[in-house]
C-alpha cells in the first residue's frame, strides 16, 4: 500500500559522473506520485541521465534515491525496474513485425495469446496506430517507431512510466494525441509517475497540455 505522505521518488544531493566527467548534480527533489514530471534542459543538461537514474539503469556515483521512502540501493535497482518502463530516447525495435515487438516482453511475463493479442491491438489504438500489427518496424517512420515503442511499453501496464523525449519525430496532431493519452494515464492513476523530458526549456510551461499539467519541472539538471 502507498503512503500518500511518502513521495515514490525522493533525491537527496544526487550526482553521476560518466568517468570523471561529473553529468549531474540534484540537492534536493521529490517527486509525488501520481503525478505528471517534466524534466528541462538544454542538450547535455542531465535528462536522460537522470531517467536512467531513476528507473535504475545507472547507480548514483553520490548521494541517494529514496523509492517509496526506501533507498532504491537497499531495497535492489531491479524492483524498480520491476515497476516501471523507460522508452529511450532513440527507442530499439528489432526487426520484425510490430506485433512481435510488443508481444516480447508480454510472452516474457507469460501472459496468455488471448490477452497478449488485445493488448497489442488496444495499446497500438491509444497510439494513434491501430491496425499497424503486421507492419515490419524496419519499415515505419521515426515518428511512428516512437508511436510503436510507447505502445511497446505501455503493454507492460507499468506503475511508473518514464517518457525520454517522447515526442521527438512525432508529427503536431500525434503529440497532442499522446499527451492527451499520457494525461489520461495519469488521471485514470494506471501509471503513477510520469516523466516527460521535454528538449526545449522555453516551450515546458504553457505550452501542450502536458506541459502544463507537470507539477515538478526540473529545470537544467547540470
Ligand atoms: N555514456 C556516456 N559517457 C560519457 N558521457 C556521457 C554519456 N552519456 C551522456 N554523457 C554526458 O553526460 C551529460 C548529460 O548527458 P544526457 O544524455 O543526460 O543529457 P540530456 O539532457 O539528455 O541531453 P539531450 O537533450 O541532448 O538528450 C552530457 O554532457 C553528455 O555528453
Ligand atoms: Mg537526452
Redesign the pocket.
Known amino acids: 500500500m502507498s503512503d500518500k505522505n511518502i513521495p515514490l521518488f525522493r533525491l537527496h544531493d544526487l550526482r553521476y559522473a560518466?568517468?570523471s566527467?561529473p553529468?549531474?548534480e540534484i540537492s534536493s527533489l521529490d517527486l509525488e506520485e501520481g503525478q505528471i514530471h517534466a524534466v528541462a534542459?538544454?542538450?547535455?543538461?542531465?535528462?536522460?541521465?537522470v531517467l536512467k537514474l531513476l528507473n535504475g539503469l545507472l547507480e548514483p556515483t553520490g548521494g541517494e534515491i529514496l523509492f517509496r521512502g526506501e533507498p532504491i540501493n537497499r531495497r535492489g535497482y531491479a524492483c524498480i525496474r520491476g515497476e516501471s518502463v523507460l522508452v529511450h530516447?532513440d527507442p530499439y525495435l528489432f526487426d520484425g513485425t510490430v506485433a512481435q515487438n510488443l508481444a516480447f516482453g508480454l510472452k516474457i511475463r507469460k501472459l496468455s495469446s488471448r490477452l497478449i493479442q488485445r493488448r497489442i491491438e488496444q495499446k497500438l489504438s491509444l497510439v494513434g496506430l491501430p491496425g499497424f500489427e503486421h507492419r515490419r518496424s524496419r519499415a515505419l517512420s521515426g515518428g511512428e517507431k516512437q508511436r510503436v515503442a510507447i505502445a511497446r511499453a505501455l503493454a507492460l501496464e507499468p506503475g511508473i512510466l518514464f517518457l525520454d523525449?517522447p515526442t521527438a519525430n512525432v508529427d503536431t496532431a500525434s503529440i497532442e494525441l499522446l499527451e492527451r493519452l499520457i494525461l489520461r494515464l495519469a488521471d485514470a492513476g494506471t501509471t503513477s509517475g510520469l516523466c516527460l523530458?521535454a528538449?526545449d526549456p522555453s516551450g515546458v510551461p504553457g505550452r501542450g497540455s502536458c506541459r502544463t499539467r507537470a507539477r515538478e519541472y526540473i529545470q537544467g539538471?547540470s
Open positions: 560518466y568517468g566527467q553529468a549531474l534542459g538544454p542538450n547535455g543538461s542531465g535528462k536522460t541521465t530516447q523525449e523530458p528538449g539538471c
